[in-house]
């Protein structure tokens, strides 16, 4: 059954409070992720990712290719979180064409005036955060997070999420939602993965959140 | 007015070229978007509506108690190069000087930004970016009707005719929420603003003057007589360009996501107060805005103007340059404030409430004449059909006094004045973006 233990961290002081138990059995490692913000309320769409501490062995499968779509003048996913070395696709869905473009220095990029799909794929080849705009549209807005690992996932309407099929070994935790300020987000934690068990990570999102950036407005803040 | 002319017609020549080439290309290059705007009017005031060369502040009196053609207006978006786009609003109203006309007319440059600030220039005819209740398809509100005294004024008298820089940078971190947005711009034209604020004093309605307008002048005892003695002008076109002096306006906005929006602009027409051409006089005004506005709890959405400046005319020019003997330079310091509440329900239905305060004070005596001081409420329900079809309520009601209007009328200090609009939009083709 279940065996708990408490695994210490680096940045217990900061973090608050936090519990992690390693559970069985199972046929690989799987982490359990809870986040809720500073009034227990669990948080959806928060982005998790795990960092191998130790060097992951290089491996010549190239991540599988994602696509960022553009939907009713929108990023559609909001987030999209690829691994490093993913190409991603921008297919437009509107009856208008966009623009798209980043000056982010992880990849700073430009698929001129389109419809459809008629540009090549683009590489993410360097870790770190993307923002995306539209030319054309100045309120669209989306992000691609890229990370230097395959085990991610986004929390759902529960505030949880389950990140599957590691390798035993220890991994650090990191959390990032375009709603909060650096200074909000969790300090990264240490989470040790043993083969056969549940690691069960709860974190707490400190202070009140930025409304998401899709809600609907009762006044305008695109006017130009 | 022959240059404005020349403009219009050379934009207008631009959308029918654009017009001829999307025939044969579909496609999202050019956009479309007509809507038009009739309704019923139930009006009260003592005064008589201004378009009608009237004392009151409103759009509407009594004699308007029927089906009205507000407004039907057409707006063409079309695409130059991926980064220069072009814009051109025509409007078509029924009161005033009636007619087809155009608003805005201007080139719109954006390139691809390849750093934080995202740059923009605009050249031509346009409103500069101090309204933040006009935001919709031809400079439409989507909270009232009517709008605030404020945006009312800009929309009667300012129209740049220049070119405008800004730029938009996230401040701080990558996906920071925080947005500074800097413009500046210099522009000709104008040089009349001020007027209906100097004779007619504040109003609150939605009769956006158009480029070639000739707007009526309240008829004043003594401007009457001036104008039997050829010495003033009968009516007021808003955008001349006098004395060959370009304006400014410069301004700084400061965004929080879709929380928090502050912005801090100044203007000045630097008009030369006793100029003169085309039966137009030139007035210096130049004001100080501040506006914000807030996304409160309860999905309430706050928006407010402050607005304070002044006009200064040389009475007694004459039409030739020189002055009359009694010529003196006239002062009116004006000033006006409104916070306006709004909330969507079910995405559908959108109930506004309005507070308006204004007031301008003359200085040429002693006591300083109370030019214009008063208030106005001002609520309003907007209901979404379909995308095609939306209608609406709206009930104004303003207070105000004036201390000439016992001196040039046998009329009270004081008058109440209000207005009921029962609406309907019909529109067709692109979205109701700006």
Redesign the interface.
């Known amino acids: 059954m279940c065996t708990s233990r408490i695994i210490a961290t680096r940045l217990l002081r900061r973090l608050g409070w936090l519990a992690v138990s390693v559970c069985g059995p199972a046929a690989a490692g799987t982490v359990n992720v809870g986040i809720v913000d500073g009034e227990g309320h669990a948080l959806e769409r928060v982005v998790v990712y795990l960092l191998p501490t130790a060097p992951a062995p290089p491996t010549s499968v190239a991540p599988k290719p994602a696509a960022m779509d553009q939907r009713a003048n929108a990023f559609v996913p909001h987030i999209l979180v690829v691994q490093k070395g993913t190409e991603v696709v921008f297919p437009n869905h509107d009856?208008?064409?966009h623009?798209v473009?980043s000056?982010?220095p992880a990849r700073?990029f430009?698929l001129?005036?389109y419809?459809g799909n008629p540009h090549a794929p683009v590489l993410f080849e360097q870790s770190g955060?993307v923002?995306l705009?539209c030319?054309i549209h100045?309120g669209m807005l989306g992000?691609i997070l890229v990370v230097d690992s395959p085990y991610f996932g986004m929390t759902d309407e529960r505030g949880a999420v389950t990140i599957e099929a590691l390798p035993e070994g220890e991994y650090a935790v990191n959390v990032w939602t375009?709603r909060a300020?650096?200074n909000q987000l969790p300090a990264t934690v240490l989470v040790d993965v043993l083969a056969a068990s549940a690691a069960e990570v709860k974190l707490e999102v400190r202070g009140k959140l930025?409304?998401d950036?899709d809600?609907?407005?009762?006044?305008?803040?695109?006017?130009? | 007015m022959g240059t404005l002319l020349a403009r219009a017609g050379s934009a207008l020549l631009a959308v029918a070229c654009a017009g001829a080439v999307a025939a044969q290309e579909p496609?999202?290059r050019h956009?479309w978007r007509i809507e038009i705007d009739a309704g019923y009017v139930g009006a009260d005031s003592p005064l008589g509506s201004w378009p009608s060369g009237g004392l009151g502040k409103l759009r509407y009196d009594e004699t308007d108690e029927h089906l009205n053609a507000m407004r039907v207006f057409a707006q063409y978006k079309g695409?130059i190069t991926?980064?220069l786009s072009m814009t051109v609003v025509a409007d078509y109203v029924e009161d005033g000087s009636a007619g087809l006309d155009l608003t805005e007319a201007f080139l719109d440059w954006?390139p691809?930004?390849?750093?934080?600030m995202?740059q923009?220039v605009r050249i031509g005819a346009f409103y500069p970016?101090l309204s933040?209740e006009n935001?919709?398809a031809g400079w439409q509100s989507?909270f009232t009707y009517s709008y605030s005294a404020i945006n009312t004024w800009i929309g009667e008298e300012i129209r740049p005719i220049g070119a405008e820089w800004?730029m938009?940078r996230r401040l701080g971190?990558?996906?920071?929420?925080q947005q500074l947005r800097a413009f500046a711009s210099g522009f000709f034209g104008n040089d009349p603003a001020g007027t209906l604020l100097f004779w007619r004093g504040w109003s609150l309605h939605d009769r956006q003057s158009r480029l070639n307008d000739k707007l009526s002048i309240p008829p004043m005892p003594v401007y009457t007589a001036g104008v039997q003695t050829g010495t003033r002008p009968h009516t007021l076109e808003p955008f001349e360009e006098i004395d060959h002096e370009p304006g400014v306006y410069a301004g700084l906005e400061w965004?929080y996501?879709?929380?928090a929006?502050v912005q801090l602009a100044y203007y000045d027409n630097r008009a030369d107060p006793s100029a003169f051409a085309d039966g137009q006089w030139g007035w210096d005004t130049a004001f100080t805005q501040l506006a914000a506005?807030f996304?409160l709890p309860g999905?309430?959405?706050?928006?407010a103007q402050w607005m304070s400046g002044d006009t200064y005319w040389i009475l007694g020019t004459r039409p030739n340059g020189t002055r009359s003997s009694t010529a003196r330079l006239v002062e009116d310091r004006f000033e006006s404030k409104f916070l306006l509440l709004?909330?969507?329900v079910r995405?559908a239905h959108?109930l506004s409430l309005r507070y308006d305060d204004f007031e301008i004070v003359r200085d040429e005596a002693a006591p300083a004449l109370q030019a214009d001081v008063g208030h106005a409420w001002t609520v309003a329900y907007r209901y979404s059909h379909s995308a095609r079809l939306t209608g609406g309520v709206e009930w104004v009601e303003i207070e105000s006094r004036r201390d000439l209007w016992p001196l040039f009328y046998s009329a009270p200090h004081e008058a109440t004045e209000s207005q009921l609009r029962l609406l309907v939009s019909f529109n067709y083709g692109a979205p109701k973006?700006?």
Not at chain 1, 215 to 224: A, L
């Open positions: 009856t208008v064409s623009h473009y000056f982010s700073t430009e001129g005036l419809k955060l923002v705009g030319n100045d992000y375009p300020r650096p930025m409304r950036h809600h609907p407005s009762p006044v305008s803040w695109e006017r130009y | 496609s999202d956009q695409r991926p980064t954006r691809i930004p390849k750093s934080p995202q923009q970016p933040l935001g919709e989507p800004s938009r971190a990558v996906g920071s929420p965004r996501a879709r929380r929006l506005q996304e999905e309430i959405g706050l928006v709004t909330r969507l995405g959108r973006t700006r």
